[in-house]
C-alpha cells in the first residue's frame, strides 16, 4: 500500500508569507497528526483529527497555524504569516484504531528567511 | 504525559546485540510503549510495540518488565544500516496521539 505522502518536500519562504503542507495519509486511515521539530528540539504534536474533525489540537503552536482536513482524507497545514521560528520539519501520520503504531511521512522542510 | 528517557547516544559493532533501555517511570495503566527507528531525512518509522512481558518480531525484541517503569529494546544482529535514531513512545495504543518525543537514542554502527 502506498504510504502517507507529504509535499512539498523542501520549502523556503520569506518571513512574512504564507506557506500550505499538505498530507496524504494512508487510504482508509481515519488518523491523521502533525508534528514538527524545529532546530535542534524535539519532535512535538501539533494536532489530531479522527477523520475531518479535530481531535485535539493542543499542540499547535498559534493561531498563525491553521489545519484542515476536508472530507477525512488529505489534510493541510498552513501557516501565516510565516515566521522565522517556524522553520523546521514537519511531520504528518496517520493510523487506523487497533493497529499498531502511526505510520510517518518523510516530512517537510520549512526554511522561513 | 508519561515522559521517556534514553541515552544519548550508543555505538556498536555489525553482527552484535544491541539493547536500548528506556525510562518511563510516569506510565499510565492503559499505556503502550512502542519503538520508533528514524533515519535522516526521513520520518519515524514503526519498530515494535508492546504492554507487558516480551514481545518479538521479525526485526526487534521489547523486554517490559512487570513494573513497566522501564523496558529494552532489543536488536539481534545489527547492520550498518541499523545506524538510526530509536524513539521510545509511551501513549495510546497507536503510539501516543500526544505522546513526547525524547531526543532519542543516536545508534552508530560500525563497521
Known amino acids: 500500500e502506498a504510504g502517507v505522502t507529504q509535499f512539498p518536500s523542501h520549502s523556503v519562504i520569506e518571513k512574512g508569507q504564507t506557506v500550505t503542507l499538505r498530507c496524504d495519509p494512508i487510504s482508509g486511515h481515519d488518523n491523521l497528526y502533525w508534528y514538527r521539530r524545529v532546530m535542534g528540539k524535539e519532535i512535538k504534536f501539533l494536532l489530531h483529527?479522527?477523520?475531518?474533525?479535530?481531535?485535539?489540537e493542543s499542540g499547535m503552536p498559534n493561531n498563525r497555524f491553521l489545519a484542515e482536513r476536508t472530507g477525512g482524507t488529505y489534510s493541510t497545514l498552513k501557516v501565516q504569516p510565516a515566521e522565522l521560528e517556524d522553520s523546521g520539519v514537519y511531520f504528518c501520520?496517520?493510523?487506523?484504531?487497533?493497529?499498531?503504531?502511526?505510520?510517518f511521512g518523510s516530512g517537510t522542510r520549512l526554511t522561513v528567511v | 504525559l508519561a515522559k521517556t528517557t534514553q541515552p544519548i547516544s550508543m555505538d556498536s559493532y555489525e553482527g552484535q546485540e544491541v539493547n536500548i533501555t528506556c525510562s518511563h517511570n510516569n506510565i499510565a495503566t492503559n499505556d503502550y510503549i512502542t519503538w520508533y527507528q528514524q533515519f535522516p531525512s526521513q520520518g519515524p518509522r514503526f519498530i515494535i510495540q508492546g504492554y507487558k512481558t516480551k514481545v518479538t518480531n521479525e526485526v526487534a525484541s521489547l523486554f517490559i518488565p512487570a513494573d513497566r517503569k522501564s523496558s529494552t529494546l532489543s536488536l539481534p544482529r545489527v547492520s550498518l544500516s541499523d545506524t538510526a535514531v530509536y524513539y521510545c513512545?509511551?501513549?495510546?495504543?497507536?503510539?501516543?496521539?500526544?505522546?513526547?518525543f525524547g531526543a532519542g537514542t543516536r545508534l552508530f554502527v560500525k563497521a
Open positions: 501520520a496517520s493510523s487506523q484504531v487497533g493497529l499498531y503504531g502511526y505510520t
Open positions: 513512545l509511551v501513549g495510546d495504543h497507536g503510539g501516543g496521539f500526544k505522546t513526547i
Open positions: 483529527f479522527v477523520k475531518e474533525s479535530k481531535q485535539d
